[in-house]
């Protein structure tokens, strides 16, 4: 009679171990899902302020430096930002989908949404720049 309560004690310790190891799981792969916001933000936010800033350079000194050159340079650092992170979440997604989260569960999550934020700043100011919106 022992013997069963001891083995069942330790199935019950076996089934909270996995659970936590999940969890340990799912919270290392949202700090490597908020490692690819952050590094995405650094490289759109540098594109941006280069671009800003060479542009607003030419003007100022109403040189002959070719406006399109400062929009390579921006373009360049937004797409290194940008097209890393739509493959970071695509990653976290197709991770949490593997260990049993559901779709609402994967995609409502706060890391991914404020990733989903910032992926979408970076479409938009890259479409800004590349078709002259003139938006900021």
Request: charged residues 15%; positive net charge; hydrophobic residues 55%.
């Given at each position: 009679?022992?013997?069963?309560?001891?083995?069942?004690?330790?199935?019950?310790?076996?089934s909270?171990?996995n659970?936590?190891?999940?969890?340990?799981?799912?919270?290392?792969?949202?700090?490597?899902?908020?490692?690819?916001?952050?590094?995405?933000?650094?490289?759109?936010?540098?594109?941006?302020?280069?671009y800003?800033?060479?542009?607003?350079?030419a003007?100022?000194?109403?040189?002959k430096?070719?406006?399109l050159?400062?929009?390579?340079i921006?373009?360049?650092?937004?797409?290194?930002?940008?097209v890393?992170?739509?493959?970071?979440?695509?990653?976290?997604?197709?991770?949490?989908?593997?260990?049993?989260?559901?779709?609402g569960?994967?995609?409502?999550?706060?890391?991914?949404?404020l990733?989903s934020?910032?992926?979408?700043?970076?479409?938009?100011?890259?479409?800004?720049?590349?078709?002259?919106?003139?938006?900021?």
């Amino acid at each position: 009679m022992e013997g069963k309560s001891v083995a069942s004690h330790s199935k019950v310790s076996l089934s909270i171990s996995n659970r936590m190891s999940m969890e340990r799981t799912m919270m290392a792969a949202e700090r490597t899902l908020l490692a690819w916001v952050r590094t995405a933000m650094a490289f759109i936010s540098f594109g941006f302020t280069m671009y800003k800033l060479l542009e607003t350079t030419a003007v100022v000194l109403a040189s002959k430096i070719d406006v399109l050159q400062p929009a390579h340079i921006g373009i360049l650092l937004m797409v290194v930002g940008t097209v890393p992170l739509g493959v970071g979440m695509y990653q976290f997604y197709q991770f949490s989908r593997k260990y049993g989260k559901t779709v609402g569960k994967s995609v409502l999550n706060a890391s991914f949404l404020l990733a989903s934020v910032i992926l979408l700043l970076g479409i938009v100011l890259f479409l800004d720049i590349v078709l002259q919106w003139h938006l900021l």
